[in-house]
């Protein structure tokens, strides 16, 4: 729940503030919602490109390692895959009579689905032999076991086919063969999305609390 604070002219007759203040909360509930689903995704999306993996994705380790050619683009359609899943629910609309107002907004973040994100067109990219490499599948889930049997990255390019210019997946016959870097190793429960989310419910109330503010100021 979520408290607002509020003031009237004084002298004014509860009844006729509460009235107004309905009629005010009938017009804006519109533009809040607007806004709170934009400033929602904004969130969402600086939250991840900033973590320390989406950092890494946009010209370090992980985009070098992975082969992401696009990482904004990437992390743009992982955002709307997880905020297509917020629900807005306005189970109570605004009423008021003499003494009382009612009005209940609920705002549900549904769990995105790992199928979801996952099905996005970034996450699978064609490698230069015509393999799909599933790095967002291995980014969110493979932890530290080994990814890609036999080869090992290296940023010596030579001759070696890369697609981001900044290193190359090569053959080593009897190597230990490649995985996901430690600090952005991920499970289901455990990823590079799950942590840099952790907090989003707690932004999404401030970001509700303010909208609502300033526009029954307004």
């Not at 604070?5 to 007759?13: A, G, Q, Y």
């Not at 899943?85 to 907004?105: H, N």
């Not at 015509?130 to 080869?151: D, I």
């Amino acid at each position: 729940m979520i408290a607002i604070d509020v003031s009237f002219p004084d002298k004014m007759p509860l009844e006729v503030a509460l009235l107004a203040l309905a009629n005010k909360l009938r017009s804006i509930l519109p533009i809040v919602k607007v806004n709170f689903l934009a400033r929602i995704e904004a969130e969402v999306y600086d939250l991840i490109s900033r973590s320390p993996e989406g950092t890494s994705l946009q010209g370090g380790t992980l985009q070098a390692q992975l082969g992401v050619t696009d990482p904004g683009k990437a992390m743009r359609e992982i955002t709307r895959a997880i905020t297509s899943s917020i629900l807005w629910q306005v189970p109570v609309p605004p009423y008021a009579d003499k003494t009382t107002l009612k009005c209940e907004v609920r705002v549900s973040f549904l769990e995105s689905s790992l199928v979801d994100i996952l099905s996005i067109s970034s996450a699978v990219i064609i490698s230069e032999n015509l393999r799909p490499v599933k790095w967002l599948e291995w980014l969110l889930t493979a932890g530290s076991q080994t990814v890609v049997e036999s080869h090992v990255f290296t940023t010596k390019i030579g001759y070696h086919r890369t697609r981001t210019g900044l290193g190359s997946m090569v053959i080593w016959p009897g190597g230990p063969g490649w995985h996901v870097p430690e600090f952005a190793q991920g499970t289901i429960a455990d990823n590079w999305l799950t942590r840099s989310l952790r907090y989003i419910r707690d932004r999404a109330e401030n970001i509700f609390q303010q909208l609502f503010t300033r526009y029954l100021a307004s």
